[in-house]
Antibody, heavy 121, light 107 residues
Framework: EVQLVQSGAEVKKPGESLKISCQGSGYSFTSYWIGWVRQMPGKGLEWMGIIYPGDSDTKYSPSFQGQVTISADKSITTAYLQWSSLKASDTAMYYC??????????????WGQGTLVTVSS | DIQMTQSPSSLSASVGDRVTITCRASQGIRNDLGWYQQKPGKAPKRLIYAASSLQSGVPSRFSGSASGTEFTLTISSLQPEDFATYYCLQHNSYPWTFGQGTKVEIK
C-alpha cells in the first residue's frame, strides 16, 4: 500500500529554522517525483516545488524559490521541506504528494496527511 | 506562468442537482490537468486525472472533460458527501498552478 506519512505539527517563533518530513512507503521512492503544497488558513492550494529523489533534481515555484529548500534522503525514503528563518506568514498546512508515471506523467495521486506549521512570537 | 481561472468560486446546490465547475488555462496544457476534492481538515483527494480519466474508487457521477484550454468537472447528481471544495491543477509546465477553488455548499 502506497503511503506518505508526514511529520507532526510544529509551533515555532519567527526567525527559527524548521525541517518537516514526508516518508514514502509501498512503492519505489526513487522513481517518483514528490511535490510540496502550501495551504494558508482558510485559503486555497499553492504549489511550492517538487523533487525527484532518484537524482535530487528539484524545481521551485518562483513564489517560493529562495524561501524554502526541498531535499530528499533516498536511504530512508524521506523528502523534506525546510526553512532557515521562519516568518509569521509561513503559518500554514503543508502537504506532500507523489507524482505518478503511467506512460506519461500524471497529476499527484497519493498525498500525505499534512503538517501544520504555526509561527508565532 | 500558466494561470488557471476557476469558476465559480462558490455555488449552492441541492442533493440531486447537476453541478459543473470550469477551469480555463491561459495557454495550452494538453490534458495535463487533475481535479481534486478537499474536505475541511483533510488532504486533497484526486478525482480526475489526465483531464477526463476517473480515479479508481471515485463514483461515476464525477466526470471530467476538456475543450481546448477549457476544462470541466461535472457531478451528475450531487450527493451529501460531495459538499466540499474542488480544485483543478495544471502540471503541464513549471510552476504548476491550482485554480482558486470552488466551494460547493448545501442549498
Amino acid at each position: 500500500e502506497v503511503q506518505l506519512v508526514q511529520s507532526g505539527a510544529e509551533v515555532k517563533k519567527p526567525g527559527e529554522s524548521l525541517k518537516i518530513s514526508c516518508q514514502g512507503s509501498g512503492y519505489s521512492f526513487t522513481s517518483y517525483w514528490i511535490g510540496w503544497v502550501r495551504q494558508m488558513p482558510g485559503k486555497g492550494l499553492e504549489w511550492m516545488g517538487i523533487i525527484y529523489p532518484g537524482d535530487s533534481d528539484t524545481k521551485y515555484s518562483p513564489s517560493f524559490q529562495g524561501q524554502v529548500t526541498i531535499s530528499a534522503d533516498k536511504s530512508i525514503t524521506t523528502a523534506y521541506l525546510q526553512w532557515s528563518s521562519l516568518k509569521a506568514s509561513d503559518t500554514a498546512m503543508y502537504y506532500c504528494a507523489r507524482r505518478p508515471f503511467d506512460g506519461s506523467y500524471l497529476s499527484p495521486d497519493y498525498w500525505g496527511q499534512g503538517t501544520l506549521v504555526t509561527v508565532s512570537s | 506562468d500558466i494561470q488557471m481561472t476557476q469558476s465559480p468560486s462558490s455555488l449552492s446546490a441541492s442533493v440531486g442537482d447537476r453541478v459543473t465547475i470550469t477551469c480555463r488555462a491561459s495557454q495550452g496544457i494538453r490534458n495535463d490537468l487533475g481535479w481534486y476534492q478537499q474536505k475541511p481538515g483533510k488532504a486533497p483527494k484526486r478525482l480526475i486525472y489526465a483531464a477526463s480519466s476517473l480515479q479508481s474508487g471515485v463514483p461515476s457521477r464525477f466526470s471530467g472533460s476538456a475543450s481546448g484550454t477549457e476544462f470541466t468537472l461535472t457531478i451528475s447528481s450531487l450527493q451529501p458527501e460531495d459538499f466540499a471544495t474542488y480544485y483543478c491543477l495544471q502540471h503541464n509546465s513549471y510552476p504548476w498552478t491550482f485554480g482558486q477553488g470552488t466551494k460547493v455548499e448545501i442549498k
